[in-house]
């Protein structure tokens, strides 16, 4: 059995070229926690835990991408094309109160948006506003 260590999942999400946010496309989180014991691997539960529920990959995508560089090919629910996956699932109801702020502070219409998930808005939200904020700053600056 391979081991799976720190540095590997590292290598994964760089290779992929994973950011802190990126919508509006899906938004996919990972991370890890650092033991007192600091071992610099993961038991096998936890590894199938981290590549299959929050990679979003085959055990083979992601070895394949660690190794190779080779990057999963990815639906646009998220999950990789070797997964199976709620793609073909009724999306969950919106939060009404994400979709009113996003039309109302960016003149988003509700159906440009109606494809993305509470997570997908919020991280849409926070990439708008960062905008802002900067076009701002460098508005005030000059």
């Not at 081991?3 to 802190?20: D, S």
């Not at 998220?78 to 793609?87: A, K, Q």
């Amino acid at each position: 059995m391979d081991a799976f260590t720190y540095g590997e999942h590292r290598a994964f999400v760089t290779a992929e070229g994973w950011l802190r946010v990126n919508p509006p496309s899906a938004v996919l989180r990972t991370g890890i926690s650092h033991g007192a014991d600091s071992i610099e691997y993961f038991s096998p539960g936890i590894r199938s835990t981290i590549v299959h529920q929050q990679l979003q990959v085959t055990q083979a995508e992601f070895w394949a991408c660690v190794r190779e560089g080779k990057r999963p090919q990815r639906r646009r629910d998220g999950y990789s094309v070797g997964l199976r996956g709620p793609e073909d699932a009724p999306p969950p109801p919106q939060n009404p109160r994400l979709l009113r702020e996003l039309e109302r502070e960016f003149g988003e219409p509700p159906a440009e948006v109606a494809h993305m998930s509470d997570t997908e808005l919020r991280a849409y939200l926070v990439v708008l506003w960062d905008r802002r904020a900067r076009a701002t700053d460098e508005g005030g600056a000059g």
